[in-house]
């Protein structure tokens, strides 16, 4: 059986895809891949030129743009006993792979891991992070982010205080790369569609939680990710009012245990996000 899975999607950045699956030719030894490409109706040939320069590549092409949710088509086809989805713009280094595998391997009550996340000049990127406050993406958008982006409400979600040199605890990690089980992904089920855009990878993690399983950052694999917050930038374009709409479907969605869920964030906090000793996932 193939050890990992590894979807990426893609939308009209054939050259960055490119690039994150020669990152992932070069550096997935000894691991076994299976690398998966999920294109949402790019209209830059980047599916003729996966398929020309990386034969050995699973691509589904679709005809339209789904967004992140389109990893779903990836996963119905995935065979590896762990399965990564990894943004086109993320850059697999050497190792990676293999920490985040023996990690997985050796925490059954893991269901999700999350690398260290580096831009392409070796800075650190925030990636495991508190449950986003219910108004944090008006707050981080102009004009309120002129206020609030370096105040404490932003600083305790991007868990700036935290430790990020250790492996730990994390509510969620953001989804330009993350590993998780078979059987984690089974108990969670798909990716839900009515979030097609952000906050998706939140979504994801609140479900592997819910399905009993703990989420995990292990800054021993690392990744290299150039990082764009292209709906920041510009909070009235039709991307901006899409990650909106998502991030209020997420809060109605999980309404009635955002007090469960920040309670379980606020205990993490308190033992400073030490990951406890395993236990069988659900217990």
């Known amino acids: 059986m193939t050890d990992v899975s590894i979807i990426v999607i893609a939308r009209d950045v054939r050259d960055e895809v490119l690039s994150c699956l020669a990152a992932i030719a070069e550096h997935a030894a000894p691991v076994s891949v299976q690398p998966i490409v ?3 109706g790019s209209s830059d040939g980047t599916v003729a030129a996966v398929r020309e320069a990386f034969p050995g590549t699973e691509v589904v092409a679709l005809d339209r743009n789904e967004g992140g949710s389109a990893r779903n088509h990836g996963l119905r086809i995935a065979t590896g006993r762990y399965r990564m989805f990894l943004d086109s713009d993320a850059l697999l280094t050497p190792g990676a792979l293999a920490e985040l595998v023996a990690f997985l391997e050796a925490r059954p009550d893991v269901g999700l891991v999350g690398p260290r996340l580096q831009y392409p000049d070796g800075g650190f990127q925030p990636s495991a ?5 219910v108004l944090l993406p008006l707050l981080r958008r102009p004009p309120l982010s002129r206020f609030f ?9 991007l868990q700036l205080d935290a430790p990020h040199d250790r492996t730990r605890e994390a509510e969620y990690v953001i989804g330009a790369a993350m590993m998780f089980s078979r059987e984690a992904q089974e108990a969670a089920g798909e990716l839900d569609p009515r979030i097609p855009f952000a906050p998706e990878d939140i979504d ?16 021993a694999a690392v990744v290299i990710h150039v990082y764009r917050r292209t709906t920041a930038s ?14 209020a479907y997420f809060q109605w969605k999980w309404r009635r245990q955002r007090r469960a869920l920040r309670a379980e964030g606020d205990a993490m906090e308190r033992r400073n996000w030490v990951l406890p000793e395993p236990t069988a996932p659900g217990a």
């Not at 982006?149 to 979600?157: F, S």
């Not at 994801?204 to 800054?219: L, M, T």
């Not at 510009?234 to 991030?247: D, I, N, T, Y």
Request: glycine share 6%; hydrophobic share 35%; net charge positive.
């Open 234 to 247: 510009r909070p009235v374009s039709k991307e901006a009012l899409q990650h909106l709409q998502g991030f």
């Open 38 to 40: 999920v294109d949402n």
């Open 129 to 133: 992070r508190r449950l986003p406050p």
């Open 149 to 157: 982006e370096d105040g404490a409400v932003v600083r305790r979600h």
């Open 204 to 219: 994801w993690c609140v479900a592997i939680r819910r399905a009993g399983y703990r989420i995990a950052y292990h800054p």
